[in-house]
């Protein structure tokens, strides 16, 4: 090994950041992956850009083949765009297709390729877990004993999970801590309830437990149809799949709602209430409706319980708030999971959303010719089909239409196909990005990288 070699393994050994589980192997050219992740040093690291894009290059052309889809968006909009370049070189649009393209199909390239990995590179990134308490350590986040407290829970849950717990949050878990101080999470084990999610912050146990890299923990209890803008708190433990969880139409504000999903039933997502305690308030009244007189008194006083501590607090218990009614006038298209998407819009000049290509009908049913064709073969045309969608809508982003790719982007995820799956990240990257929320789309990445239909989704396993 020469001195110079020698000097760039050393350096490596050294450096402070996360091993990438890809080695050098990863061709990742996003600079925020290598600012967060180590490389080992290669001998063709010089040329290493260069490699990567002809590589890149190669997998595209190998994938668009499979998909029968040589026709993409990006490859359409480049054609008509041929003509007046210097007009469009410098749109938001322009920028934002290479983020896709650099960012998306590396990853879900990088996603096929894992599987080709040897057992020893696999055990080698294995042994690189690190507890979740030095992910917070290196935050900086200062953390008492080794155990999340309720001063320093919206710290950890914000840095953890991208997201920030409104009131109702911790107050909840004080109802549940009064009901069971030994067992808050299953405090609501009479109404089939557990506490999950950021919830699980409180746990002894959790600053302990090792992960990979913070990425998982984004998707802990994230259902298969949970978009990045639904985050699940409470599951019922029936075998529908129930879930309760904050809907947000920003990660950096407070939650519109709390809905809910049944995930074995429909990619539905229903808005109950404005807050957790008016959501589980519904819970047990229709649980009260069908439930036997034995049980009945016990759910009346766990009921009572609940309200009480409700209107000690001044905390209301509406089910369609003022709040919640204000933000359906600002709803601009309701989407297939129904609980619509919310973007700056401007009704005198229209600007921020127009109506997709297509009827949601129509859209339906061009999904479900991809998703079940008779052969085969016969999907090449409603993808065809949707090409062309994705390519009006596309134009319409490229106009400051951003909703409207939104829109298709939450419809071909809430649909759950499988060959639509990259095209759905792709829509929402493009959108997230133009509406600057960046922590939507870390969590579709992270969700659609290993997203499960299962129930149970906790990336933490406790004793």
């Known amino acids: 090994m020469s001195d110079?070699?020698?000097?760039?393994?050393?350096?490596?050994?050294?450096?402070?950041?996360i091993p990438c589980r890809y080695g050098s192997k990863c061709y990742q050219k996003n600079p925020t992956h290598h600012e967060k992740y180590k490389h080992p040093p290669t001998k063709d690291a010089k040329n290493k850009n260069t490699t990567n894009y002809a590589t890149l290059g190669k997998r595209r052309k190998k994938k668009d083949s499979k998909e029968a889809s040589n026709n993409s968006p990006e490859k359409k909009m480049s054609k008509k765009?041929?003509?007046?370049?210097?007009?469009?070189?410098?749109?938001?649009?322009?920028?934002?297709?290479?983020?896709?393209d650099e960012k998306n199909d590396?990853?879900?390239?990088?996603?096929?390729?894992?599987?080709?990995?040897?057992?020893?590179?696999?055990?080698?990134t294995s042994n690189n877990q690190i507890t979740i308490l030095s992910l917070l350590k290196d935050a900086k986040i200062n953390v008492e004993n080794d155990e999340t407290l309720q001063i320093n829970a919206q710290k950890v849950i914000s840095h953890l999970f991208l997201t920030e717990m409104p009131e109702d949050f911790f107050q909840f878990y004080e109802f549940c801590k009064s009901i069971s101080d030994i067992d808050s999470f299953n405090a609501l084990k009479n109404v089939n309830l557990q506490l999950i999610g950021p919830y699980d912050?409180?746990?002894?146990?959790?600053?302990?437990?090792?992960?990979?890299?913070?990425?998982?923990?984004?998707?802990?209890?994230?259902?298969?149809?949970?978009?990045?803008?639904?985050?699940?708190?409470?599951?019922?433990?029936?075998?529908?799949?129930?879930?309760?969880?904050?809907?947000?139409?920003?990660?950096?504000?407070?939650?519109?709602?709390?809905?809910?999903?049944?995930?074995?039933?429909?990619?539905?997502?229903?808005?109950?209430?404005?807050?957790i305690f008016g959501a589980i308030d519904a819970h047990i009244g229709e649980k009260l409706k069908l439930t036997s007189p034995f049980d009945r008194l016990r759910l009346a006083q766990l009921h009572q319980k609940l309200r009480n501590f409700a209107k000690e607090r001044k905390i209301t218990l509406e089910k369609k708030t003022i709040n919640m009614q204000a933000r359906e006038m600002q709803v601009v298209a309701r989407t297939f999971h129904k609980a619509g998407i919310v973007v700056p819009y401007n009704k005198k000049t229209q600007l921020g959303y127009r109506d997709l290509a297509v009827s949601n009908s129509e859209l339906h049913k061009i999904l479900k010719q991809i998703e079940h064709p008779p052969i085969p073969e016969a999907r090449k045309t409603p993808m065809l089909k949707l090409e062309e969608v994705i390519r009006l809508t596309i134009i319409a982003a490229d106009e400051c239409d951003f909703g409207t790719v939104l829109e298709l982007g939450h419809d071909l995820f809430s649909s759950g196909i499988s060959y639509v799956q990259t095209k759905a990240l792709n829509?929402?990257?493009?959108?997230?990005?133009?509406?600057?929320?960046p922590q939507f789309l870390e969590i579709a990445q992270a969700h659609l990288k290993d997203r499960r239909k299962s129930l149970n989704l906790s990336v933490i396993q406790f004793s």
Do not use: M
């Open 81 to 100: 765009n041929d003509d007046t370049k210097d007009e469009s070189s410098h749109s938001p649009l322009s920028v934002v297709n290479d983020t896709i």
């Open 201 to 275: 912050v409180f746990r002894e146990k959790f600053l302990s437990f090792k992960v990979e890299d913070k990425e998982v923990l984004l998707r802990h209890w994230r259902y298969y149809y949970d978009p990045p803008e639904f985050q699940t708190i409470i599951k019922d433990n029936g075998k529908d799949g129930l879930h309760y969880g904050y809907w947000r139409d920003d990660a950096s504000e407070k939650p519109v709602f709390v809905g809910k999903n049944k995930v074995n039933v429909n990619y539905l997502i229903e808005p109950v209430a404005e807050n």
């Open 427 to 437: 829509l929402l990257a493009l959108a997230y990005n133009l509406l600057q929320k």
């Open 106 to 124: 590396n990853y879900y390239e990088i996603g096929d390729e894992s599987t080709s990995l040897n057992c020893t590179e696999y055990v080698k």
């Open 4 to 17: 110079n070699e020698e000097l760039q393994f050393k350096a490596y050994r050294e450096d402070k950041r």
